[in-house]
């Protein structure tokens, strides 16, 4: 052996266990992975024969002249009995057909190509393969088309999948559906079936929901509490959803109870103050806005004497056309502190006036995109040009107009008018009696 020469030089490394590209000694005993240039070596028949996807080629009229051996494999069919034999079409159900030669086809022609279309092929044992297919027209050098090479995905996993996300829609729909006919139907329960007559008065409310899939805590109620006196009610809970539904429920009821036991509006804010003084201090969330009013016929109208707990003030159309807030000592919102008061005012209704509650849904509205809210000032301009007006006719009204606010209109929005019918013309002439400012019927 010579002196300093390398005892491995014109070794073979891969009889060491060193990469041949590399030099890279591997693993003891274990052979060297075959070389990257090696994988490119597949020739270019095997990669159409053997591609992960069909391969086929017809001409202008659809015959088949190739077929690679992955889509024979998928259909069951030997090559013998397609190339020469079939037309693409062929290999399409019924369904399939009809769409290749209304749509498909003709598209191709136009285009020149056409992808990625979701078709159904029939195997040669009948059953269904569902496959995604882009065609193209292949064209000599001058353009003139030649034939068509298509080539086919199998959509087996791809057509599994959308069904699964189909199924999950549609029972995410009935669940959705499920869950609307429970909002609806809570909510209903919440809110007077009807509002019983009163003799001498007119009486119309409306409801309008702003999610389908949410309860909200606006309420209204008009109830009989003798022959002559019927007490009513109007507010806005905090919040919505389950919380905002039982606070609702609780509401009613207590105010009817209240009102049961003593009549006077200031009275009965009071009591439910208490009472959901109680839960605000647990959950901090218990807390409405109401009005609550006491409703006894008074002459040829009716007075109405309410509280305010918070809420905006009601708005009254008179007979002579005008309208403006019925202003009023407006007391801190319901069960937020203990120990609250609040104070009752009255107002007459005489032939031809209407007076509206409402819930701040209606002002908070934004009636467009970039735009602000509604607002009391367009409220009032509102009633100023639909005065005078009956309380079917004002709700209405106000009813198109919260249609009209379409996605503006982010919260429900509870409506109660009250108005006593115009007086019939006299058939003796017009009364010579002027018409004086209004006062108190007790103080006249």
């Known amino acids: 052996m010579t002196a300093g020469r390398d005892p491995a030089a014109g070794r073979d490394p891969a009889a060491d266990g060193r990469d041949p590209t590399t030099g890279v000694a591997g693993p003891a005993g274990r052979a060297s992975p075959p ?7 597949d020739s270019a028949e095997d990669l159409y024969e053997n591609a992960p996807c069909g391969y086929l080629s017809t001409d202008l009229d659809g015959r088949i002249a190739r077929v690679n051996a992955t889509l024979l494999r998928w259909l069951g069919y030997a090559r013998e009995d397609l190339v020469g034999r079939r037309h693409f079409a062929d290999l399409l159900t019924a369904g399939g057909r009809i769409y290749h030669e209304t749509h498909f086809a003709p598209l191709l022609s136009m285009q020149g190509e056409v992808g990625g279309v979701a078709l159904d092929l029939r195997a040669s044992d ?3 393969l569902p496959v995604l297919v882009t065609s193209a027209v292949k064209k000599s050098p001058a353009g003139e088309p030649l034939l068509i090479r ?17 199924r999950a829609r549609q029972e995410s729909d009935r669940e959705r559906e499920r869950l609307r006919v429970l909002v609806t139907t809570l909510q209903h329960s919440l809110l007077p079936h009807a509002l019983p007559e009163v003799p001498g008065l007119e009486a119309a409310a409306y409801y309008h929901v702003a999610s389908p899939d949410e309860v909200s805590g606006d309420f209204y109620d008009l109830f009989p509490l003798s022959r002559s006196r019927w007490g009513l009610f109007l507010g806005d809970v905090c919040g919505k959803g389950a919380p905002a539904a039982a ?4 509401i009613r009821y207590t105010l009817r109870a209240a009102a049961a036991y003593d009549p006077a509006p200031g ?6 103050n208490t009472v959901l003084n109680e839960q605000y201090e647990r959950d901090g969330q218990s807390f409405c806005t109401a009005i609550f009013g006491l409703l006894v016929p008074d002459g040829d109208g009716f007075r109405l004497t309410f509280a305010n707990g918070g809420h905006p003030e009601p708005l009254l159309l008179r007979a002579d056309g005008t309208a403006s807030y019925q202003a009023a000592p407006r007391g801190l919102l319901i069960g937020v502190l203990a120990d609250t008061t609040y104070a009752a005012t009255s107002v007459w209704l005489r032939p031809g006036d209407t007076l509206v509650l409402y819930t701040d849904g209606l002002t908070e509205a934004r009636p467009g995109p970039g735009r602000g809210r509604y607002g009391d000032e367009a409220l009032l301009a509102f009633a100023r040009d639909l005065s005078p007006a009956t309380a079917t006719g004002t709700v209405a009204a106000l009813a198109a107009l919260l249609g009209k606010f379409s996605d503006g209109l982010t919260d429900d929005t509870a409506v109660l008018a009250l108005s006593v019918p115009a007086a019939a013309p006299r058939q003796d002439g017009p009364s010579t009696t002027p018409a004086g400012p209004e006062q108190d019927p007790s103080q006249a």
């Open 150 to 166: 298509t080539t086919i995905f199998d959509a087996r996993d791809r057509r599994a999948y959308e069904r699964e996300l189909l």
């Open 247 to 250: 606070a609702t429920s609780l």
């Open 267 to 272: 009275t009965a804010l009071t009591t439910l």
């Open 126 to 128: 009948g059953t269904r």
């Open 35 to 41: 070389a990257f240039s090696e994988l490119l070596e």
